[in-house]
């Protein structure tokens, strides 16, 4: 190659030419915010390379989403409202925050695991529109759960209720990126579950959780005290996803793969699983 004469000038862009594409990472949190929140983000592509990357950013979109749900909480107690207000609070921002597709999730895996009926029948109960009596039953006490035990945290000063909201937040999504690994089929064609199951390579879904339990550590150490909150905070962590990953299993066995309601079931099963054992001592 020759180098070019500094004293001609460029040629001029052709505004024809056809934007630059996004990278890999940008395309992934396109996915990951558009699919998995309520955020004003339009997903540009929807192929397996864009849902494997999505699903290892998932605890990116958890993150944000748990501070912003903390950060209301923390406002209504600076304002003088107690524990138990700034704990419904922040449940409610985080529902809101993903349109309560993960309760909705939760409720249609819990009617159609309790139904006792063969996978077709429990994915065809899991695919109605209405709520049945498992699901109800689910809703009321994982809510319940989730109210009283930040409310408790909250009890203990602000930056330990926020820390415990935004990491229970990140697990959540943590567990999203496990069900998301290879070797993880999908119980049906169409949906988000056949869009992303088995995108994500084993090594890097396990890495994930372990950066999730390692960085919640500090977290814990920061709102919990020293030695005894980082222990706690990952050990929570690593609790949690134990629990998702039962439920992964059982669903597994029962439905013969995931779906869009499995991993809104795991989400909430995880988030519920963080905040009670950092209640515990």
């Keep these: 190659m020759t180098p070019a004469d500094p004293a001609r000038p460029e040629d001029p862009a052709d505004p024809t030419d056809p934007a630059p594409a996004p990278s890999a990472l940008a395309t992934g949190l396109r996915f990951a915010f558009g699919t998995l929140t309520v955020l004003p983000v339009r997903v540009t592509r929807w192929d397996r390379d864009a849902a494997r990357t999505g699903m290892l950013c998932a605890p990116v979109a958890g993150a944000v989403v748990g501070l912003a749900a903390a950060a209301l909480g923390g406002v209504l107690l600076l304002l003088g409202a107690g524990p138990p207000v700034a704990a419904v609070a922040t449940v409610a921002a985080t529902a809101a925050l993903t349109r309560g597709l993960h309760l909705d999730g939760l409720a249609d895996v819990a009617d159609g695991l309790g139904s006792g009926r063969p996978a077709e029948d429990a994915l065809r109960i899991m695919k109605q ?153």
Excluded: K, M, N
């Design 129 to 281: 529109s209405d709520i049945g009596p498992f699901g109800v039953l689910t809703l009321v006490l994982v809510l319940l759960a989730q109210t009283a035990a930040l409310a408790e945290l909250y009890a203990d000063g602000w930056a330990t209720g926020a820390s415990a909201a935004a990491v229970a937040a990140v697990t959540a999504r943590a567990a999203l990126t496990l069900a998301s690994r290879a070797g993880v089929p999908a119980a049906r064609p169409g949906g988000l579950g056949a869009a992303v199951a088995g995108t994500v390579p084993v090594r890097a879904a396990y890495a994930t959780a372990v950066a999730v339990a390692v960085l919640a550590a500090p977290v814990g150490a920061a709102g919990g005290g020293a030695v005894a909150g980082a222990v706690a905070y990952a050990a929570a962590v690593v609790l949690a996803l134990c629990c998702g990953e039962s439920l992964l299993r059982h669903c597994l066995r029962r439905l013969g793969g995931v779906t869009g309601d499995v991993y809104g079931a795991l989400a909430e099963t995880a988030a519920c699983a963080v905040l009670v054992v950092l209640t515990l001592g």
